[in-house]
């Protein structure tokens, strides 16, 4: 576990009460579908969104493990606002690592965030299960830029964003397509967002509409990479979208989970049963071998996300392998943390269905943490090309 100075301790001395707050919010961001403008508000005053900005420009200058031991806290307490939350920072973190490493070409972004802007993300899009290396939004270049035509979806951070980071793909050389990766303004004409977050499963108060591209005109000075289409394009600000996204995606739920677990231990304190000669479902093998099971998954995802994320700060040197590390961490916490809470449901039995035992929110919550990229579907087709030796980008051919 990464250790927090004593001087970050300093500054951000009021937040575990900032987080109890969070959670004292989150159930009703869930019943009236409304977007955490509280949590926002008060985590933005306290500093949060500056974790990862470097201190040369005024922020807290966390890496990745740092700033994912928060994440983690954060959304044990208010999973949402935590994944919400990692659209901004995994943006900021990424192009602080940059920074680190001599690459200044996109320092404005980080005196843009030192000044209280917010980044988001617009990569998903419908028909697209390979985000960010391919891309249905069309991207052509005009004098002075690009033009972006197109649909994002799951935008969140939608109320608030100053930019929004995206993609779009430059199709006017057909042997040599290019993903273009940009940073929009939102002073910009052109777009429209879409309210379609309306009673979702779960991930309710992160409000993420839906940004309608349709010709807005992005200048040269917001771009931010032109590269090949696909996986050969995977350059140290590609690899760092999904390093940062993938792992702060694993971090909140993981600790969502770890949140579930301690609730349900609390529960069987006082669960009663009529089959068990004490009368506490505690007793109940079944139930003990359920908490067991629970326990054995937390144990395994914790210490390889720590991992994960203290190699990646620390510069450990994989090659084309980090791709396999972080996706292998993001889908192991994915899958395990749904697990875990799924089962909780068993044990909390009819009373956990309702929105009063606090567990209904977080059922459906912890469901989407296996829809995020990458899903079990892209995980294991990346996984399974790479161990095999296999070219990521070609297509099966079945039947």
């Not at 793909?169 to 057909?174: A, F, G, I, K, L």
Request: hydrophobic share 40%; charged share 25%; aromatic share 10%.
């Amino acid at each position: 576990m990464a250790t927090i100075s004593a001087e970050t301790r300093g500054v951000l001395q009021n937040i575990d009460e900032i987080f109890s707050r969070c959670e004292g919010r989150a159930q009703a961001y869930d019943e009236n579908n409304s977007f955490f403008d509280e949590d926002f508000r008060e985590l933005r005053e306290a500093g949060y969104l500056l974790l990862s900005v470097p201190k040369e420009f005024g922020g807290l200058g966390m890496r990745m493990d740092e700033v994912m031991q928060y994440q983690r806290k954060l959304g044990y307490h208010a999973a949402p606002t935590a994944l919400a939350i990692n659209m901004h920072l995994y943006w900021i973190g990424l192009i602080s690592d940059l920074w680190y490493a001599g690459d200044k070409s996109l320092e404005w972004v980080l005196r843009e965030a030192a000044a209280g802007k917010v980044f988001a993300a617009g990569h998903a899009e419908s028909g697209n299960d390979v985000p960010a290396i391919y891309s249905t939004t069309k991207a052509e270049k005009v004098e002075g830029g690009y033009r972006f035509t197109g649909r994002k979806s799951f935008g969140s951070l939608s109320p608030v964003w100053s930019y929004l980071g995206l993609h779009g793909q430059d199709n006017s050389d057909p042997e040599n397509p290019k993903i273009i990766h940009a940073f929009m303004p939102r002073d910009l004409e052109g777009y429209e967002i879409r309210k379609t977050w309306d009673d979702v499963l779960g991930m309710r108060a992160t409000r993420s509409d839906d940004t309608i591209l349709d010709g807005v005109f992005i200048p040269d000075q917001y771009i931010a990479r032109v590269v090949p289409a696909g996986f050969s394009g995977m350059d140290s600000f590609i690899l760092g979208i999904f390093a940062w996204g993938m792992m702060g995606f694993a971090n909140v739920y993981c600790g969502q989970a770890r949140r579930v677990f301690d609730m349900t231990l609390a529960t069987l304190q006082t669960k009663s049963s009529m089959s068990i000669e004490s009368g506490l479902m505690s007793h109940h093998p079944g139930v003990q071998s359920d908490v067991a099971e629970m326990l054995l998954k937390l144990e395994a995802v914790e210490p390889q996300l720590n991992t994960v994320a203290r190699e990646w700060t620390e510069g450990k040197d994989y090659g084309p392998a980090w791709a396999i590390k972080l996706i292998a961490a993001k889908c192991n916490a994915a899958e395990r943390c749904w697990e875990i809470v799924d089962r909780s449901l068993d044990i909390a039995g009819g009373f956990g269905i309702f929105p009063k035992s606090g567990l209904e929110k977080m059922f459906r919550d912890a469901r989407l943490g296996r829809m995020h990229p990458a899903n079990r579907y892209l995980s294991r087709e990346i996984l399974g090309k790479a161990i095999l030796g296999l070219n990521l980008d070609a297509k099966p051919r079945w039947g």
